[in-house]
């Protein structure tokens, strides 16, 4: 466990193996929610209910699909004007 700890600089970060693990399941929940609820959303239903429009099969696939090849954000690219950066809000 420490091996873990040291590994990922939980020290240095302010977390703990529970944390992580419990923000990665919320994570893949709420992900696994998107890619069934996308297709409902986007479904339309005539008034007999019956659901017309695009498939759900092949939007939840597209979702899918398009999460997974989502790359992440090269968040050291991005180039900020000090007019631009927020100022934290102080606690009520």
């Not at 069934?36 to 005539?46: E, Q």
């Not at 180039?79 to 009520?92: G, H, L, N, Q």
């Amino acid at each position: 466990m420490d091996a873990i700890a040291s590994y990922f600089k939980f020290a240095e970060r302010g977390t703990s193996l529970s944390t992580e693990v419990r923000a990665g399941v919320t994570t893949f929940a709420v992900m696994a929610y998107i890619i069934f609820l996308n297709p409902l959303i986007l479904g339309v239903t005539n008034a007999d209910g019956v659901l017309v429009g695009p498939d759900p099969v092949a939007v939840g696939a597209g979702t899918a699909f398009m999460t997974a090849s989502r790359r992440p954000a090269r968040t050291s690219r991005v180039m900020t004007r000090p007019s631009m950066t927020m100022t934290p809000i102080a606690p009520c």
